[in-house]
């Protein structure tokens, strides 16, 4: 594998994931509980799409294809997709798609954080952008966990089940593999692993918080980063969020 | 209106309800409570599959600009669809979906009985083969609607609750325009208020005997056979149902 070859797909799965988490978490416009969380909710899906362009971006640079991040979004079908099981898991209640956004921003913060210091300057530069929107998100989510967590016993027992469904897709984040190897080496971006550490002691702390408990179970749902194997939940969404680009080729503003 | 236009309107509105219905039936393959009744569903959804490829077939034909029943079934959006807003309801429970096909299917008879006897040659072959499969429906769906109304108290509950939901949708398939008065004159279909009469006499008889009540409220949603409003689900829909050919232009078997 190139380099360039790592880097393109290490770029995709960067910007995959903010682009279908922030698909999904763009349903829940109009829909929330409360209208200030209708608006929080709505506002992080719009930064998570912003990061998606400049990663995307930058992904259409490097293949020199001259695919744009806009034909990445819409015109590649499912398997070629990138983006870690996590986030194109359906929203389900308000706690799951609370607790799915705790557990993705925290991960995304301990990576951004390692990217700043990225030797591709292009990717410290949008990691550096991108950590100050999710460092908002991540005190956002993680405040909402532990108010809910630790909250009625109604709100508890969702927070749990939600933590429970949630937990095996977490490993994947971590699961690195050839290409976070050549770009390790290079100084580019991180072998996820080690990134492990970090992301547990924030959690820990906020679950600890939150009365909740860390199930044991050691399975990991895995398949998205690499593209061997999304979920069926993925085409669904496809299907809704490129329609309009599939219906009417070249559509534009 | 020329009698072309009114002819392809109409076909439009018998093969678009067959299709609409057909996709949502499908919807069950796999996720029905017994396998005898998973069968049977992807049996009905397919033979309204069928038909529908016989009524648009023939819509292409009157439209004369060469497209195909596949073209109007993939490529056409939400707004150029005339099936009747009941066919685009959500599938709900087990229950719903069969008062859902049950209203359809008594409907469909009458219009297929009449039909039958079309001054138009095409449209009386396409009734009288469709007449035998949808009679075929509406025994099986009428039973269902029996024996769960007359059921458990929580069936009957729940067949109540579909009846009251779905009951405003079916004055739409009653409600004749411009399209079904130039047809009626030329003796190639109904109005279709004619045939209320003899829906109600199938519909009464058997919702009697699944003791449930027919609400008493007049109003009727409408919108979807003149492409006025179609509900919101319709387009959703579309998304999954078009993928296919949206995304891979052209694609064939």
């Known amino acids: 594998m190139t380099k ?20 999904r978490v763009s349903e829940w416009c109009g829909h929330s509980p409360v209208l200030e969380e209708d608006i929080a909710l709505a506002n992080t899906a719009l930064d998570m799409i912003g990061q998606t362009q400049l990663w995307l971006g930058l992904a259409g640079e490097v293949e020199g294809n001259g695919r744009s991040a806009d034909d990445l979004a819409f015109l590649r079908d499912a398997w070629d997709f990138r983006n870690v099981l996590l986030t194109e898991l359906p929203n389900g209640d308000f706690g799951q798609t609370l607790m799915r956004q705790f557990l993705f921003d925290a991960f995304q913060s301990v990576m951004l954080n390692w990217l700043q210091d990225s030797s591709n300057t292009r990717i410290a530069e949008i990691a550096e ?53 050549v770009l390790a080496k290079e100084g ?12 547990d002691a924030i959690v820990g702390a906020v679950l600890a918080e939150a009365t909740l408990t860390v199930p044991d179970s050691p399975f990991v749902h895995k ?9 069926e939940h993925l ?19």
Do not use: C
């Not at 085409?235 to 503003?253: D, I």
């Open 4 to 23: 360039d070859d790592a880097l393109f797909q290490f770029l995709l799965r960067m910007g995959d994931n903010t682009l279908i988490l922030g698909h």
């Open 235 to 253: 085409g669904h969404l496809l299907t809704q969020m490129q329609w309009l680009q599939r219906a009417y080729p070249g559509a534009t503003w």
């Open 129 to 181: 952008k991108a950590s100050k929107e999710v460092s908002y998100h991540l005190e956002r989510s993680g405040d909402t966990v532990i108010g809910l967590g630790d909250g009625t016993e109604e709100s508890h027992a969702k927070m749990q089940a939600a933590l429970d469904y949630l937990w095996p897709y977490v490993g994947e984040m971590f699961d690195g593999d050839a290409v976070d190897a």
């Open 188 to 199: 580019i971006a991180p072998d996820p692993a080690e990134l492990r550490p970090e992301f």
């Open 223 to 231: 398949g998205g980063r690499d593209g061997r194997m999304h979920t």
